[in-house]
């Protein structure tokens, strides 16, 4: 038996004990399987991004996740995950935009884009977070295969010492197999591009985008928050591609 396979196993469990336990959410997500094909055009411009306006609160329709104090509700004997604000670690219409600068660098859709720095940028865009929103209905089986005991996870402890990273692995991907149905709502409004002078450039109106199906699930309500920073990457992805597209016709 191989000394490491018992720092390995140790070191996959505490990954997911840290995953699991952790209050605080954030807004993220890997770029780094973005790779725009050479044959992408990049609209050769610096642009420096401004801190979305979070108008989230004022959606009367959404405004629950503001006052909430728990990240599950109930109603009709179903229990509902929602992502909650006050779970947020930062600053959540910051982490959005910091996310749109990293996947707008690493599509290529400018030349450079940099967050709230206007030096060495000629233009800049500004806009409106109206909703990130995600609700996910959780399963009996979800809440039943949750509720973990210390032996449970001594077994993929011992998984791992015998069968090495992969057997922990498996063992451990089997606390997460399960899905439920959820909705998740992503709109920016008022995105617009502005010559640095002020001059509008182009207004790319309003980009709105809802997600319905069934995603992973836990019964601790951590999912939905990683559920809808998967779905920003797609909306983003798109968001990016309707942007260059926009812009190809304008000459700079």
Not at 26 to 33: D, N, R
Not at 193 to 214: A, C, Q, S, T
């Amino acid at each position: 038996m191989h000394t490491k396979h018992y720092f390995t196993a140790i070191l996959i469990i505490a990954t997911i004990l840290f995953t699991s336990c952790s209050s605080s959410q954030y807004v993220i997500y890997s770029v780094a399987s973005i790779t725009p094909s050479d044959t992408i055009k990049t609209i050769p411009i610096n642009v420096n991004m401004k801190m979305l306006t979070d108008n989230r609160a004022n959606n009367e329709d959404f405004r629950m996740l503001f006052s909430a104090n728990s990240r599950k509700a109930k109603n009709d004997n179903k229990v509902f995950c929602f992502n909650v604000e006050k779970y947020y670690k930062d600053i959540v219409s910051k982490e959005v935009t910091q996310m749109l600068v990293k996947h707008f660098n690493k599509a290529k859709l400018f030349a450079n884009t940099s967050y709230n720095d206007d030096i060495g940028s000629n233009y800049y865009i500004t806009g409106t977070l109206n909703c990130l929103y995600g609700m996910q209905e959780i399963s009996e089986n979800v809440v039943v295969r949750e509720k973990m005991k210390k032996e449970d996870i001594a077994t993929i402890v011992a998984v791992g010492v015998i069968f090495g990273a992969i057997g922990a692995g498996i063992a451990g991907a089997e606390l997460y197999k399960y899905k439920s149905p959820a909705k998740i709502v992503i709109e920016i409004a008022d995105l617009k591009l502005f010559r640095k002078d002020g001059i509008l450039i182009k207004d790319f109106g309003v980009f709105r985008k809802e997600y319905e199906g069934n995603f992973p699930a836990n019964a601790n309500c951590k999912c939905i928050y990683e559920n809808i920073n998967t779905k920003l990457k797609e909306f983003n992805t798109e968001l990016t591609e309707m942007i260059r597209t926009e812009l190809l016709a304008v000459s700079f």
